[in-house]
């Protein structure tokens, strides 16, 4: 029985811009299945000034994309080298890391994660597989989601998986093939209200449930172009800021009541995309904390079963999952889906940099 084992570390760092997930994870495949333990964990939270820069990075030139990138990988080298030297790891197999996303635009054929320069493998001293996404636009994919062929390995007990993060996304199988996309926004736009009013985020989405729907708001987001069209899709930080907030912004309503509105939309968005309605569902990202936009989905869809993970998985999984990317371009295995993607054939993407 041929049993191989990974040690790798996955770093994630999301579009909620709430820090940088670091995992160490062993992965023990065992005759073509995969089983994980999470055996170290850190969330390193972004200062103020990292938020701001990251925020403002959209719109930024590419001199100062450069100057960016640069700096950012110097950070999360040092985020790494600090995860390995308290941890006290030795022979890892490699760190596999996502970056993070500052354009999107699959459509016009890009799209960028800062902290992926070559210096991260000599900065941490260690073999680094990143730049999961770059790959697959070339091959006229979306670039995202990429965590699917993860859920299809490490959670095939779920009918579906759901991430709530900046934005949310699902995956579930169909004839035999993994199916995915993102959904809608979810935190980027919660926490831009919440941070109107002095918060990081909605605890639980307690102020969202003191307000009221606005009915002409809520009509206006779910009949945005995006969500009638058929996957593959993705969404990237561009929707929010010329999109949906513009149209917030529009209504004259109290900031609960679009915190209350946009909760809605994410619900009902959600029963939209799932393809039969009983079930069960995994749900994950720290939108899985809001305890009301739970509820609210539990409402429009009354006979599915959302189940959120009571370990690590609910912080970790992208940190994982990018984990296993990772593995799964060192041993030269597809790590992207095309069914998922778009892309014109399935294949293995990432770039190995070596210490
Ligand atoms: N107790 C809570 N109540 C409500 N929301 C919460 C809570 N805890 C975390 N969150 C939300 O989850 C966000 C972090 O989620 P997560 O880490 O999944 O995002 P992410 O890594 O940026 O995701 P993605 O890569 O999918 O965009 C926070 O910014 C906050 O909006
Ligand atoms: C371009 C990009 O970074 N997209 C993220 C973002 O955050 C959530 C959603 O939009 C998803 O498409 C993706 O991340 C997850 C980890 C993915 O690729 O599966």
């Given at each position: 029985m041929a049993i191989e084992n990974y040690n790798v570390i996955g770093v994630m760092s999301g579009t909620s811009l709430d820090g940088i997930d670091l995992a160490l994870i062993i992965f023990h495949r065992l005759e073509n299945h995969w089983q994980y333990q999470i055996k170290e964990t850190k969330a390193v939270p972004y200062t103020e000034d990292w938020i701001s820069r990251l925020k403002k990075?959209?719109?930024?030139?590419q001199e100062e994309l450069e100057k960016l990138n640069k700096e950012y990988t110097l950070l999360l080298g040092n985020v790494i080298s600090d995860f390995i030297a308290v941890n006290q790891l030795e022979n890892l197999d490699g760190i596999c890391s996502h970056g993070h996303t500052i354009l999107h635009q699959p459509q016009n054929g890009f799209t960028l994660q800062i902290g992926n320069l070559p210096e991260i493998a000599k900065l941490t001293n260690q073999k680094v597989i990143c730049d999961f996404r770059v790959q697959d636009v070339e091959y006229?994919?979306?670039?995202?989601?990429?965590?699917p062929i993860g859920d299809r390995f490490l959670?095939?007990?779920?009918?579906f998986c759901l991430n709530l993060g900046g934005f949310s996304n699902i995956s579930f199988e169909q004839d035999g093939n993994r199916i995915a996309f993102d959904i809608s926004p979810v935190n980027t736009v919660l926490n831009f209200y919440a941070s109107l009013l002095g918060l990081e985020y909605d605890d639980k989405g307690t102020i969202a449930r003191s307000g009221t729907v606005s009915e002409s708001l809520l009509q206006e987001l779910n009949t945005i172009d995006f969500y009638a069209q058929t996957y593959p899709k993705s969404l990237g930080y561009e929707f929010v800021k010329t999109i949906v907030l513009p149209m917030m912004e529009k209504h004259t309503i109290s900031t609960a009541d679009k915190l209350r509105t946009f909760v809605e939309h994410i619900a009902i968005q959600t029963s939209l995309a799932v393809?039969?309605?009983t079930g069960t569902i995994l749900a994950t990202g720290g939108?899985?904390?809001?305890v009301f936009l739970l509820e609210r989905m539990a409402f429009h869809l009354p006979e599915m079963t959302f189940k959120v993970p009571d370990d690590k998985t609910v912080e970790y999984k992208e940190a994982l999952i990018f984990a296993l990317l990772g593995v799964l371009k060192l041993r030269n295995e597809?790590?992207?889906?095309a069914s998922v993607t778009g892309a014109k054939h399935d294949h293995s993407s990432g770039k190995i940099f070596l210490p």
């Open positions: 990075a959209v719109d930024f030139s006229g994919g979306q670039g995202a989601p990429l965590v959670f095939p007990e779920y009918d393809p039969k309605k939108g899985a904390y809001n597809v790590n992207v889906l």
